[in-house]
């Protein structure tokens, strides 16, 4: 068989678009313009772009600052993130885990979340760069000096600052 003798298929027909929004049922955007060339069924609706919200703490985050507060589970993820830790029943005394936490946190946690197993700690590097992105604005870094500090693109920046005022000199 040939590739002449494969039936092709057709385009889909583009939608339309009326000059009014409003008679599609969709919510009319200041300043938008679509090409005729978007069908209408592959439109995103705005509220869906995972770009307009913030990150966030990953879940294993969120139960050790549930448990210890917000700046050791932050502290935790910079130093563990991205790495498999194991909290032993019974650690060695040159534990690095038992050496860095303490031994009442390091025994808490281990009965409370994790066990004796090896777990992954999620890196949650977006998380870590917005906090950083806003400590950096509050020292007076513009966006383009913090875009650049930490790797972003200055629109990720300026999302992640956004409401953070600068000091004034």
Known sequence: M?????????????????????RRGLPAIRGASLPATIPAARLPAVADHA???????????QEIAERFGEPFAVAFLRRYGGTRVRFAARPRFNNPLLAWMGERRFHELRRAIFGDARVEVPAA??????????????RGRTVTDIATALGLSYSCARRYVTGIDAPIL
Not at 2 to 22: C, G, N, V, Y
Not at 125 to 138: E, H, I, N, V
């Open 2 to 22: 040939t590739l002449d003798a494969i039936p092709r298929a057709r385009p889909l027909p583009l939608a339309t678009r009326p000059a009014d929004p409003a």
């Open 51 to 61: 770009r307009d919200t913030l990150p966030t703490l990953p879940p294993l985050g």
């Open 125 to 138: 590097r977006a998380y870590l760069a917005m906090l950083d992105a806003r400590a950096l604005r509050r």
